[in-house]
């Protein structure tokens, strides 16, 4: 019995990590247009107990990526220097795009594996107390 929870925790954190990852991603989404923004970025991490590698994951600290931002023209702009220009973000939105499509498909490979998992423990305790 303690594979199956051991499955539906490894599932479980699975998830929790790349939900974690989608808000960093939104935040990114929605930082585009926001001068001087830094994209975010967390890597997974895995955890450790008692120095034995457990397969569960979570997602690390949060970094800025601190790549050069864009700098834009816009004279008007009321934080543009002399030269009109000022610093955009360094969020790509194709990048965050594809981040976002691929965190969603493996948190529904996780949301699958967990699904199965459960089932397969309803069905085995059934059969147990029959």
Do not use: W
């Amino acid at each position: 019995m303690s594979d199956f929870s051991n499955a539906l925790a490894l599932s479980a954190s699975g998830m929790q990590a790349q939900a974690m990852r989608l808000r960093h991603v939104s935040e990114n989404i929605a930082n585009t247009d926001t001068p001087g923004y830094h994209r975010k970025t967390a890597p997974f991490e895995e955890q450790v107990e008692g120095g034995r590698r457990t397969g569960l994951v979570t997602l690390g600290p949060v970094d800025l990526d601190r790549s050069e931002l864009a700098r834009i023209y816009d004279p008007g702009h009321p934080l543009a220097d002399e030269n009109g220009y000022h610093d955009g973000s360094n969020v790509d939105l194709v990048v965050e795009i594809a981040d976002a499509r691929e965190a969603q498909r493996s948190y529904e490979a996780n949301l699958r594996m967990f699904d199965q998992a459960r089932q397969m423990s309803a069905s085995l305790l059934d059969l147990l107390r029959r």
